[in-house]
């Protein structure tokens, strides 16, 4: 009886502390283990390191092949990590697509990386499930305990840093943890926080940056640009807050707002002039952007062809039909469809003819090379050419010196973007440039100064 007892006390500590599927350790236990295990190492000093796998085909198999299929694949990969692992590390399964390995003493960082390309290369070959082999993708990040990570939690978090890292970067495999990547997370959710502030205080804004005619200096239109002050962060740029809006969906919400407001302001300004908004990928995928874009126009009785929408390319990379539908719609409402950053990420001419753009916009990485490498001369004019040919209009942007203003007159592009001939100003501030340039069209031609270069007028001729 008392023998019964201590086997039952026994399946039931085992059963307490193992993932019932694969028979590895459970999180809970792990992380009791390895936090003792770390109270040693701190004694002798020894370094530890966390891995934590992440297997990224699960959820596609399971999605096609049923639950069942998944589980073999996750215990056949348990029983591999178990055969590969050495008798001091740890396993733990943590969730249904990640393991975790501890590994108490290791020699120096190198060794640490070692094993985690040692896991990998164990875990991505191919599973047989009956006539077929399954493919998986597998990703490892990598913290080694330090003076300053005292508990099995927080390595454990920063060995998921590193995996996120990893997976963020295709073809990374694994990430080694730094603590600059711990203060980057910290500021991305600071940076989140705002933006939730910002929707609800409604501090957000836009700011208008004007564009030209290149040939006579003519004022164009604006770009609507976001702009983000907070109270105690201070000034957020887009460059920051953007992709944050883009990976926690917030950029739907204000991408809406922005065309909203966008197509509100300008329709105080006089009816030649257009307002370019940008929209993010995130806004195609959604399915709401036109609806957005309909409200935006009859809210403020905004017609249409003034409002010109900004992609980059990497819009047209996923659900290429999808896009290709809304930017055909946008198009066939009269809108101005550009392809912006153009000189930048992949610069595929083909999409110029595959989607319906109407005006491409060179990058100003493309612009500032004219001065300092003398081959860009000569493909910035086949570019402007090809375009040309293809009924495109061409915007440059980044026009920071009279050096610019000149060749890219002489390269016959359409349009003028950039600090020498205005920086982005508030709402309140477009008045007095829409006002000054009208004073410069009246003015009679021998006055106008072509070398002036710290206002619009540096286009005048
Ligand atoms: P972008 O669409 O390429 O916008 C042009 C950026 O270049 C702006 O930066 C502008 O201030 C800057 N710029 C203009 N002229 C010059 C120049 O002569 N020299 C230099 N060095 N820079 C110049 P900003 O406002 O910081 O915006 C950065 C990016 O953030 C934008 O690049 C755009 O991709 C994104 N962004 C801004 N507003 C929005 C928005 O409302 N929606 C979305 N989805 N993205 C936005
Ligand atoms: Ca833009
Ligand atoms: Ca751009």
């Known amino acids: 009886m008392q023998a019964r007892i201590v086997q039952l006390e026994r399946d039931l500590a085992h059963l307490i502390r193992h993932d019932q599927l694969t028979g590895l350790m459970n999180r809970p236990s792990f992380v009791h283990d390895v936090d003792l295990i770390m109270k040693d190492a701190n004694h002798d000093t020894s370094k530890g390191a966390m891995i934590e796998v992440n297997i990224k085909g699960l959820p596609r198999i399971t999605g096609s092949l049923g639950r069942h299929v998944g589980d073999y694949v996750v215990s056949a990969l348990a029983a591999r990590l178990n055969l590969w692992r050495s008798a001091d590390s740890l396993c733990c399964r943590l969730d249904y697509w990640s393991f975790a390995v501890f590994i108490p003493k290791i020699g120096e960082p190198l060794e640490a990386l070692t094993a985690a390309k040692r ?70 959710s600071d940076v989140l926080t705002a933006l939730h502030d910002a929707i609800e205080n409604q501090y957000m804004h836009l700011h208008f940056q004007p564009f030209f005619k290149s040939s006579n200096g003519d004022l164009m239109g604006f770009e609507a640009l976001m702009r983000l002050t907070h109270p105690e962060m201070g000034v957020i740029t887009p460059g920051e807050f953007i992709p944050v809006a883009e990976e926690s969906g917030l950029i739907n919400k204000l991408g809406a707002w922005a065309l909203a407001e966008a197509c509100h302001v300008a329709s105080s300004w006089p009816s030649h002039l257009s307002v370019a908004v940008n929209i993010s990928p995130e806004q195609f995928y959604s399915g709401t952007l036109l609806t957005d874009v309909h409200n935006a126009l009859e809210l403020s009785s905004f017609p249409a062809y003034r409002l010109e929408a900004e992609v980059t390319e990497s819009t047209m990379l996923k659900d290429t039909e999808m896009v290709l539908q809304q930017l055909t719609a946008l198009r066939d409402m009269g809108s101005a469809i550009v392809l912006d950053d153009f000189g930048t990420g992949y610069s595929s001419l083909s999409y110029l003819w595959k989607f319906p753009f109407t005006k491409l916009k060179i990058d100003r990485s493309f612009v500032q090379a004219l001065e300092t490498t003398p081959m860009v001369r000569g493909m910035l004019q086949s570019i402007i050419g090809l375009s040309r040919n293809l009924g495109l209009k061409i915007t440059a942007e980044g026009i920071e010196t009279q050096g610019h203003v000149e060749a890219l007159r002489e390269f016959k592009c359409d349009f003028l973007q950039g600090y020498l001939t205005g920086r982005p100003a508030s709402a309140s501030d477009v008045a007095g440039i829409i006002l000054k340039n009208f004073a410069e069209q009246l003015r009679p031609p021998e006055k106008s100064n072509v070398t002036q270069i710290d206002t619009s007028l540096s286009l005048k001729r």
């Open 119 to 188: 896991i990998i290369e164990t875990l991505v070959q191919p599973i047989d499930w009956v006539d077929r082999k399954l493919t998986l993708e597998v990703s490892a990040g990598v913290a080694l305990t330090s003076n300053e990570e005292h508990d099995a939690a927080g390595l454990l978090q920063n060995a998921g840093l590193a995996l996120k890292m990893a997976l963020d970067r295709p073809g990374a495999g694994y990430g080694f943890y730094n603590p600059a990547m711990a203060q980057a997370t910290k500021r991305r």
